[in-house]
């Protein structure tokens, strides 16, 4: 494997992670604003509390992942700073002020409701802003000017695949979440909350699907090398709709108990399923970074320093692995803090 593939394939990893837990914590955020103050269920709570300790863990991941990009590919910095100010931007402003009201929160009761509503809020705008920079790798809305490049905001902000992709974005972002808490409900034996998310997930699931197929067909003309790509491999995305189709199925699969719904085996199908998707995807767009301007072999670092970059990741990992191991044990495993005894 070459190097410039190996580091995008790092990259793509470490996007399918933070996706992940992005979508478990901004997911957890809105479902604690939605049910918040509602008394005939506890899902207010038990989002709330799987968010107080995990939202650090995403944001670790985020700049683990923007370091990563940085370092494998210096020479793309400068197109993409350009492209992805006003996206990345404001998600940046949003992220800080989600975070800061996170830290007051856990230290003074009186910010709980305004933390609840801008946790939910930007748990749903954040996403989108993020989700909003893959349409402007696909080609068509890029120019350059003096040799200088500049996004067709006009054209970007017409076309529908970028409503398509934020819509993908965020039903996924709330089908994932969903799933989760209904397995953290069931973690932490607390019922009426689980019954909450099985009934969410049970229709986000195939809104989410039905979208995702959507969205391929909205992306423009110039992307079609992109739909080439992904209607050459249909195997990978075949088995994604398979394994999705798995973790659906498992929401009616009684439990031991005579509850509809395995809520762990459901979740390790829907990951499967998003990781086996995004890497087809990412198989899909290479090899480029932004068609068709810009290729991982263009903006690629020196192949020795590259390397040496890969000890010291490997090294940080082999530190930052058993410390989310305890972090799970303690904060998702524990039943003392689950029923918060």
Known sequence: MEASTLAITILWSLLFIYAMLGSLDFGAGFWGMIYGKDDRTNAGQIANRFLSPTWEVTNVFFVIFVVALVSFFPFATTMLSSLLLVPVGLGLLLLTIRTTFMVFANHANRYQNILRITSGITGLIIPALLVSMLPITLGGFVEFVDDYPQLLYGKLLAHPTLY???????????????????????????????????????????????????TIGTMPEEASWLVDNIEANPVWFGLSVGFFILGYASLYIKSKHGRKGLARLAMTFIIIQYGIAIYAYGLAHLPYLIYPDLTIADSFTDPSIFYKLLVVYAAGFAILVPAFILFWRLFLKDQRYLKQQ
Do not use: C, N, Q
Not at 193 to 212: D, E, F, M, N, V
């Open 164 to 214: 398509m992709h934020i819509a993908f974005g965020l039903t996924t972002e709330l089908f994932i979440s969903a799933v989760f808490l209904m397995d953290y409900s069931k973690e932490a034996e607390d019922w009426s909350a689980y019954h909450t998310y099985r009934k969410h997930a049970l229709w986000l699931g195939p809104i989410s699907i039905a979208i995702a197929m959507l």
